[in-house]
């Protein structure tokens, strides 16, 4: 693969007094014609995730047609999961409803946070959301005791298939907590009740120590799975620690072969992702491929694209 940078779509800049920084983890979604619905997470004053979109050209997406002027959803109660903060992740269509799988986000004590796996339903096409429940639909259990996120869900061979992050524990480097977590797998009938396999589908290496973000798609008859990887220690700091693109493949979805060195991009010299580059989807319009990323400070430069090169 060779994927040829075209630029930065969106940056949020206090555009409203609840997106004053960040656009995080973009999700798009074709929402009629030549439009493209951007979901992503941004951030208030206080850090406080809430989830967001915009509609841009599908087929030159730096062209913004709009930006939503309100929240998708709101914080849970208190002493709920997304008490704190609310980021999506992965969007299907459901029916004639649309499934929106989102990441709940707690302060902790011990440690910086926790995350857990919501999911919020919408009966007008993706404009406005409601959350399925008060509590996570994939949370920590006795296997996976520190949490689960990120999770990608395609319905696939009749039925419902999730890969999704798993921590498996936290370190304290220079006093501040640090976490690992790699990617798993899990199967549904019907995409809210979920069965957590078990099975490690891309697992740590000598620099890897922490998975985030998959992102499964199937071309060519082959499953594709792009991801953000990262070193535990100095990755805000060190570009040469921090996030970058790996891309993996698989026959059947479940045993995957590590292929970064075929991603086919990489951090730029300067600018919005020369830090790091993290957090990628990849969608299909018009037979081309294109493969929106954040890059530094986890979505605090915004979010860009890039189209694959097939010639």
């Known amino acids: 693969m060779r994927w040829i940078k075209k630029g930065l779509i969106?940056?949020?800049?206090?555009?409203?007094?609840?997106?004053?920084?960040?656009?995080?983890?973009?999700?798009?979604?074709?929402?009629?014609?030549?439009?493209?619905?951007?979901?992503?997470?941004?951030?208030?004053?206080?850090?406080?995730?809430?989830?967001?979109?915009?509609?841009?050209?599908?087929?030159?997406?730096?062209?913004?047609?709009?930006?939503?002027s309100l929240p998708l959803l709101s914080w849970g109660d208190p002493g709920t999961f997304d008490d704190n903060g609310i980021m999506p992740s992965w969007i299907i269509d459901f029916d004639s409803k649309k499934y929106l799988y989102y990441i709940g986000w707690n302060p902790q004590v011990t440690v910086a946070y926790r995350l857990s796996?919501?999911?919020?339903?919408?009966e007008d096409q993706g404009k406005s959301f409601e959350k399925y429940s008060k509590g996570p639909i994939c949370d920590r259990s006795v296997e996976e005791p520190y949490f689960n996120t990120a999770p990608c869900v395609l319905f696939d061979a009749g039925k419902y298939r999730m890969w999704y992050v798993s921590c498996?524990?936290?370190?304290?480097?220079?006093?501040?907590?640090?976490?690992?977590y790699h990617v798993k797998y899990a199967e549904s009938a019907n995409?809210?009740?979920?069965?957590?396999?078990?099975?490690v589908c891309i697992d740590y290496d000598v620099f890897t120590e922490a998975i985030g973000r998959p992102c499964v798609f199937i071309k060519d008859g082959t499953y594709r799975m792009f991801y953000s990887y990262r070193q535990l220690t100095d990755y805000r700091t060190d570009p040469n620690r921090?996030?970058?693109l790996g891309y993996a493949e698989s026959s059947d979805g479940i045993q995957w072969i590590r292929k970064d060195d075929e991603?086919?991009?990489?951090?730029?010299?300067?600018?919005?992702?020369?830090?790091?580059?993290?957090?990628?989807?990849?969608?299909?319009?018009?037979?081309?491929?294109?493969?929106?990323?954040?890059?530094?400070?986890?979505?605090?430069s915004g979010f860009g694209y890039a189209v694959l090169d097939e010639s």
């Open 117 to 122: 796996i919501g999911l919020a339903i919408s």
């Open 263 to 300: 991603v086919g991009i990489s951090r730029s010299e300067t600018g919005w992702d020369s830090e790091m580059m993290e957090y990628c989807y990849v969608y299909q319009y018009q037979g081309r491929w294109f493969l929106l990323y954040n890059g530094n400070g986890f979505g605090k």
């Open 10 to 68: 969106f940056k949020a800049e206090s555009n409203f007094e609840w997106m004053v920084s960040h656009a995080s983890l973009p999700v798009a979604d074709h929402c009629g014609d030549n439009r493209l619905r951007i979901y992503f997470g941004t951030r208030d004053a206080q850090g406080r995730s809430l989830p967001a979109y915009i509609e841009v050209e599908a087929g030159n997406p730096e062209n913004v047609l709009n930006i939503n």
């Open 191 to 199: 995409g809210v009740n979920w069965i957590k396999t078990g099975i």
């Open 242 to 244: 921090s996030y970058r």
């Open 168 to 180: 498996t524990g936290w370190k304290m480097i220079n006093s501040r907590s640090e976490p690992s």
